[in-house]
T-cell receptor
Framework: LAKTTQPISMDSYEGQEVNITCSHN???????ITWYQQFPSQGPRFIIQ???TKVTNEVASLFIPADRKSSTLSLPRVSLSDTAVYYCLVVYGGATNKLIFGTGTLLAVQP | DAGVTQSPTHLIKTRGQHVTLRCSPI?????VSWYQQVLGQGPQFIFQYYEKEERGRGNFPDRFSARQFPNYSSELNVNALLLGDSALYLC??????????????FGPGTRLTVL
């Protein structure tokens, strides 16, 4: 049974690096992992996407180990405005009906 | 450029009624996907349409249906509403292809309350 799980919440302080993990069992070789950020009363916003090793863009990095059963979103030097819910998304086996968002992680950044 | 737009913003219905939600994708985007997000949970995939054809369907009952028009806008229809259908309904557009393999741009959602 495909399942995508995340820690419910995390706390951090401004300026720290934050790492949020996502566990995705039954992931296949070519399944992509995507991360989204969501603020209250808004739709999710794309952060980063990858399917192996490491991907980096201007706002985050995504680390995917060799077994691909988990992935880690890394946010460098968070600020108060990064307080939001973060979701990972996996399409298992390339089947759209197995497009599964994770349970979501509420990141609370304190001054 | 305008982002993804959805209408209405909020909607209140009673059990057994029917509802139609509308979505306009970003100009040039041919893929539209619909999601249901219950309060406190992650979005759940309902449908994807690409080039006016259904390309994917999540585990939702037949009371849920959708279509995509020649201008790539889309409608989500829900019949025989249940209390459990109360949720935020999100629409997302993408340039192409299978939802989940491309960056999706989400609209602000329609908040549906079923009494």
């Amino acid at each position: 049974l495909a399942k995508t799980t995340q820690p419910i919440s995390m706390d951090s302080y401004e300026g720290q690096e934050v790492n949020i993990t996502c566990s995705h069992n039954n992931i296949a070789t070519n399944d992509y992992i995507t991360w989204y950020q969501q603020f209250p009363s808004q739709g999710p916003r794309f952060i980063i996407q990858g399917y192996k090793t490491k991907v980096t863009n201007e706002v985050a990095s995504l680390f995917i180990p060799a077994d691909r059963k988990s992935s880690t979103l890394s946010l460098p030097r968070v600020s108060l405005s990064d307080t939001a819910v973060y979701y990972c998304l996996v399409v298992y086996g390339g089947a759209t009906n197995k497009l599964i968002f994770g349970t979501g992680t509420l990141l609370a950044v304190q001054p | 450029d305008a982002g993804v737009t959805q209408s209405p913003t909020h909607l209140i219905k009673t059990r057994g009624q029917h509802v139609t939600l509308r979505c306009s994708p970003i100009s040039g985007h041919k893929s539209v996907s619909w999601y249901q997000q219950v309060l406190g949970q992650g979005p759940q995939f309902i449908f994807q349409y690409y080039e006016k054809e259904e390309r994917g369907r999540g585990n939702f009952p037949d009371r849920f249906s959708a279509r995509q028009f020649p201008n790539y806008s889309s409608e989500l229809n829900v019949n025989a509403l249940l209390l459990g259908d109360s949720a935020l309904y999100l629409c997302a557009s993408a340039t192409r292809g299978l939802a989940g393999y491309n960056e999706q741009f989400f609209g602000p959602g329609t908040r549906l309350t079923v009494l």
